[in-house]
């Protein structure tokens, strides 16, 4: 039997795409999710995953307090420095010694499915802890492409940062120095929209922008970064699913979809 240590839903979908894993058990342990609402959230998605594919799943303990105390005095660090190998050894060492108590023979994580996580050190602290455990930890790269996991993310919540409380300051952080750096862009290059601002984040009606230039438009989408455009029967938009615009896709909407539109990962 093979535990698997999950540490997101996105993340177990990429995982099982990528490899057969007959006999697996499918362990949530994350006491990193900062606060507990978040975590409530991100394990009612896991479990949703596992009953959509039919996997058997366990959850473990989750304990916040001694998460922070533990990780108060790496608060300030750099994500991806040692706050985050401490943490990814505090997931694996607990997935190790569970696997013990079940009679697991092999660990593995979803975590080398993350697209911003080093699987090199992931396998690396993998291997270590095995060994320490005697358990046999068995590494890979179980990354996908979020095309491929999209589909079975229908009605899932997404997380939109790693998880801890010093990721979710630095992640609005970031959010706060993007907004600002496209209301600036928005004022240099589309002044006289400026009004349509309020559309950040939210779908909005094709007919709202004057502009008909695709690559204009593009450039203003990329700018804007709505949840959607939405177009009606008829016009030239109608029957695509994006609008791709240097980084950012912006997904095309039709009228039925109003009610089941959704945001994009970060
Ligand atoms: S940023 Fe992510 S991996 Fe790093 S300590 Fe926080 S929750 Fe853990």
Same mark, same amino acid.
């Given at each position: 039997?093979?535990?698997?240590?999950?540490?997101?839903?996105?993340?177990?979908?990429?995982?099982?795409?990528?490899?057969?894993?007959?006999?697996?058990?499918?362990?949530?342990?994350?006491?990193?999710?900062?606060?507990?609402?978040?975590?409530?959230?991100?394990?009612?998605?896991?479990?949703?995953?596992?009953?959509?594919?039919?996997? @058997?799943?366990?959850?473990?303990?989750?304990?916040?307090?001694?998460?922070?105390?533990?990780?108060?005095?790496?608060?300030?660090?750099?994500?991806?420095?040692?706050?985050?190998?401490?943490?990814?050894?505090?997931?694996?060492? @607990?997935?190790?010694?569970?696997?013990?108590?079940? @009679?697991?023979?092999?660990?593995?994580?979803?975590?080398?499915?993350?697209?911003?996580?080093?699987?090199?050190?992931?396998?690396?602290?993998?291997?270590?802890?095995?060994?320490?455990?005697?358990?046999?930890?068995?590494?890979?790269?179980?990354?996908?492409?979020?095309?491929?996991?999209?589909?079975?993310?229908?009605?899932?919540?997404?997380?939109?940062?790693? +998880?801890?409380?010093?990721?979710?300051?630095?992640?609005?952080?970031?959010?706060?120095?993007?907004?600002?750096?496209?209301?600036?862009?928005?004022?240099?290059?589309?002044?006289?929209?400026?009004?349509?601002?309020?559309?950040?984040?939210?779908?909005?009606?094709?007919?709202?922008?004057?502009?008909?230039?695709?690559?204009?438009?593009?450039?203003?989408?990329?700018?804007?970064?709505?949840? +959607?455009?939405?177009?009606?029967?008829?016009?030239?938009?109608?029957?695509?699913?994006?609008?791709?615009?240097?980084?950012?896709?912006?997904?095309?909407?039709?009228?039925?979809?109003?009610?089941?539109?959704? +945001?994009?990962? @970060?």
């Amino acid at each position: 039997m093979t535990l698997v240590h999950v540490c997101c839903a996105p993340d177990l979908l990429s995982t099982v795409l990528k490899r057969e894993l007959p006999e697996a058990v499918f362990y949530f342990y994350n006491p990193n999710i900062f606060p507990e609402k978040e975590y409530e959230k991100r394990l009612e998605a896991f479990k949703t995953v596992c009953r959509r594919l039919n996997l @058997n799943f366990m959850e473990g303990q989750y304990d916040p307090e001694e998460f922070s105390t533990l990780f108060e005095r790496y608060f300030d660090e750099e994500e991806g420095g040692s706050r985050c190998r401490k943490c990814v050894e505090m997931r694996l060492k @607990n997935a190790a010694m569970t696997s013990g108590k079940i @009679n697991a023979k092999v660990f593995t994580s979803t975590l080398l499915a993350s697209p911003r996580k080093s699987i090199d050190t992931i396998n690396s602290i993998g291997r270590e802890i095995g060994n320490a455990y005697g358990i046999e930890y068995k590494g890979g790269n179980f990354r996908t492409g979020r095309e491929e996991i999209k589909p079975y993310l229908e009605g899932i919540y997404v997380q939109n940062y790693c +998880g801890c409380e010093a990721s979710l300051i630095k992640s609005k952080k970031d959010r706060e120095e993007r907004e600002r750096k496209d209301f600036e862009l928005l004022l240099g290059k589309f002044r006289d929209l400026a009004y349509l601002w309020r559309y950040r984040g939210r779908s909005i009606e094709f007919e709202e922008i004057p502009i008909r230039d695709e690559s204009s438009l593009k450039e203003f989408l990329a700018i804007l970064k709505p949840s +959607g455009l939405l177009v009606k029967e008829g016009s030239e938009l109608y029957g695509r699913n994006w609008l791709k615009a240097g980084k950012y896709n912006c997904r095309i909407l039709r009228e039925s979809d109003r009610h089941g539109e959704s +945001g994009q990962k @970060n």
